[in-house]
């Protein structure tokens, strides 16, 4: 480091401690400063000159998908220094999906404020972001993309599995499962207790294609993780390699300028979005990305999406639309198996965070060996993409269904509804003996969109009614405007945009009215007229709800519906330069 503060500020860009000095009105001043205080801790010029790597540290006692971040932090520090640069780990909230009250994703916007905030206020070359449970992940790349330095992203990793009676379990789909034979009373409540026990073997993330291992491998199909930084269980060694290497990379795209914005360009959406078809991944995804998108200028374009998801067969055997786990999936190769297997179908010169391109990166992976969990394009498990967008007067603005984890039976299917006006209603009625249901009806839940709960609960997987689940219904069409875990299974509906809690044709549903789903056409269509919809909104206004102060009031006035990805408007670029996936 310079011996005086004006040498430091005589550089054309600021860097490391120099960077974002804090005002004081005299800048030389604001870096003296800086400078004794951080020598407080400890440190001498010689360190303080090097490269600034900050950590996102999101460990948190509530978070047991993060419970390894300690030592993830540590992995990375010795990254950072290996490579010649000065590590500085710094905290933000950590979100748990459910721990947070009344859903995780109504805190995931101001994760990503926080995130955002953060980077901008303290001095660092390059961010590494340490993330995995669901809402983790997009929130950080959401902040980090608005800040735009260069960031690199890893992931905490999958728990391991469980066995339960000589079975083997995980979280969360046999969470689901499990209760799911609780509830049509298949098993009593001791054995509900041991299951307990056994579903979450050990710190990390859901061990099943659920939201954060669907994050995972779209983080690296992004460009955004360092190759095959997906798959590694929490508490295994190749975890804690990864996390060595992703620090010193950090080192690397800070002294390259290697910026966020050179990474996520519309061929790395496009690339991610493949993945997450071909993945049978959560729905949650298409949100996510939608809302990472918009940081950096582009929308989603969901008719390319569905189009996409026709040639894009699934092809990872994984839980819950197969039989396998994330570790499975890890010792089969992990992303580099995936990739090489849609190489046809993905956009090659994708720039990643190591500075090659995903072919490069495909290339260096080799010829790949014997394996099971990742199936052939010749042999997939399902022969389209796991999601399919649906259109139609009940949902103008679009609708998804995971079409991997539903009754083949139930995608072309008309009944009566049988509506819920709210989660409170759902929760009064759903199992009373007297609710007027068939399994033939179709079970709508409204009010639990972005702005109707708030926060898009994943309320959308509606449980069966205990009478039907008790003479063995496993499965039912259900149609919400919210959202399901990826975790959970069936012939569910979801995102219908617009929601219900700002006047959409969700909202004047009632029961006994027809709907139809058509996955084969992609349409899900309420069978009532134009005129009678218009006349029910007419005599029941919908009254948008609000707030009357705080975090709340700020989510409730400025969240935008699920296919802009339920971000904050003001959190979105200024301009949107496009669409993705674009025009080859």
């Given at each position: 480091m310079p011996d005086t503060p004006s040498e430091g500020l005589a550089r054309a860009e600021p860097a490391g401690m120099r960077k974002g000095l804090t005002s004081y009105g005299d800048q030389d001043f604001s870096l003296f400063l800086r400078k004794?205080?951080?020598?407080?801790?400890?440190?001498?010029?010689?360190?303080?000159?090097?490269?600034?790597?900050?950590?996102?540290?999101?460990?948190?006692?509530?978070?047991?998908?993060h419970g390894n971040a300690p030592q993830l932090v540590e992995a990375v520090k010795r990254g950072v220094m290996l490579a010649g640069g000065l590590p500085m780990a710094f905290p933000t909230i950590s979100i748990h999906e459910s721990f947070a009250a009344p859903t995780s994703m109504f805190l995931r916007n101001l994760m990503a404020i926080d995130t955002e905030e953060m980077i901008r206020a303290l001095p660092m070359d390059a961010v590494v972001l340490i993330g995995g449970c669901d809402k983790t992940v997009p929130a950080q790349l959401m902040g980090a993309a608005?800040?735009?330095?260069?960031?690199?992203?890893?992931?905490?990793?999958?728990?391991?599995?469980?066995?339960?009676?000589?079975?083997?379990?995980?979280?969360?789909?046999?969470?689901?499962?499990?209760?799911g034979r609780f509830?049509?009373?298949?098993?009593?409540?001791?054995?509900?207790?041991?299951?307990?026990?056994?579903?979450?073997?050990?710190?990390?993330?859901?061990?099943?294609m659920g939201t954060a291992s669907t994050m995972a491998c779209i983080a690296e199909a992004?460009?955004?993780?360092?190759?095959?930084?997906?798959?590694?269980?929490?508490?295994?060694?190749?975890?804690?390699?990864?996390?060595?290497?992703?620090?010193?990379?950090?080192v690397q795209i800070a002294r390259d300028k290697l910026t966020i914005d050179k990474v996520l360009r519309p061929a790395a959406f496009e690339n991610a979005m493949r993945v997450l078809l071909a993945i049978g991944g959560s729905t949650n995804g298409i949100v996510h990305l939608a809302a990472i998108?918009?940081?950096?200028?582009?929308?989603?374009?969901?008719?390319?999406?569905?189009?996409?998801?026709?040639?894009?067969?699934?092809?990872?055997?994984?839980?819950?639309?197969?039989?396998?786990?994330?570790?499975?999936?890890?010792?089969?190769?992990?992303?580099?198996?995936?990739?090489?297997?849609?190489?046809?179908?993905?956009?090659?010169?994708?720039?990643?965070?190591?500075?090659?391109?995903l072919g490069e990166e495909i290339e260096r992976t080799g010829p790949g060996f014997a394996q099971t969990v990742v199936r052939s394009v010749g042999n997939p498990i399902y022969c389209e993409g796991g999601i399919a967008?649906?259109?139609?007067?009940l949902a103008p603005g679009g609708a998804i269904i995971k079409q991997s984890a539903a009754d083949p039976g139930l995608m072309e299917h008309e009944g009566r509804a049988v509506v819920f006006e709210n989660v409170q209603d759902l929760a009064e009625r759903i199992d009373a003996d007297a609710l007027d249901v068939t399994p033939q009806d179709i079970l709508v839940l409204k009010n639990i969109g972005p702005k109707g709960a708030p926060g898009m609960p994943e309320a959308g997987y509606i449980p069966i009614p205990m009478k039907l689940a008790r003479?063995?219904?496993?499965?039912?069409?259900?149609?919400?405007?919210?959202?399901?875990?990826?975790?959970?299974?069936?012939?569910?509906?979801?995102?219908?945009?617009?929601?219900?809690a700002i006047g959409g044709p969700l909202a004047h549903v009632r029961n006994g009215d027809r709907i139809r789903l058509s996955v084969k056409n992609r349409e899900i269509a309420l069978l009532i007229s134009d005129e009678e919809v218009a006349r029910r909104a007419h005599d029941n206004p919908v009254v948008e709800p609000t707030a009357e102060r705080g975090y709340k009031?700020?989510?409730?006035?400025?969240?935008?519906?699920?296919?802009?990805?339920?971000?904050?408007?003001?959190?979105?670029?200024?301009?949107?330069?496009g669409k993705t996936p674009s025009s080859r």
């Open positions: 004794a205080f951080i020598k407080g801790a400890g440190y001498t010029d010689t360190a303080l000159d090097r490269p600034v790597i900050a950590i996102a540290d999101t460990g948190s006692d509530y978070n047991a998908c608005s800040a735009n330095i260069p960031a690199i992203q890893l992931i905490t990793g999958s728990m391991l599995t469980g066995s339960h009676r000589g079975e083997r379990v995980g979280a969360c789909t046999d969470c689901r499962r499990y209760w509830r049509a009373g298949e098993i009593d409540a001791d054995e509900t207790a041991d299951v307990n026990n056994q579903l979450v073997a050990s710190v990390g993330t859901c061990s099943v992004l460009g955004m993780t360092m190759p095959g930084g997906a798959s590694p269980p929490a508490v295994t060694a190749d975890r804690i390699r990864i996390a060595e290497q992703t620090g010193a990379q950090a998108a918009g940081r950096v200028g582009l929308e989603i374009d969901l008719q390319a999406l569905d189009r996409m998801g026709r040639e894009t067969p699934v092809l990872l055997d994984l839980k819950p639309s197969g039989q396998h786990y994330m570790e499975d999936f890890h010792k089969a190769g992990g992303m580099a198996t995936l990739l090489r297997e849609l190489k046809p179908l993905l956009r090659l010169e994708a720039l990643t965070i190591t500075g090659r391109t967008v649906l259109w139609g007067n003479v063995g219904v496993k499965d039912m069409v259900r149609v919400s405007d919210g959202r399901m875990s990826g975790t959970a299974f069936g012939t569910i509906v979801l995102h219908v945009t617009p929601e219900a009031k700020l989510f409730l006035q400025t969240v935008t519906q699920a296919d802009k990805g339920a971000d904050f408007d003001f959190m979105r670029a200024p301009q949107i330069i």
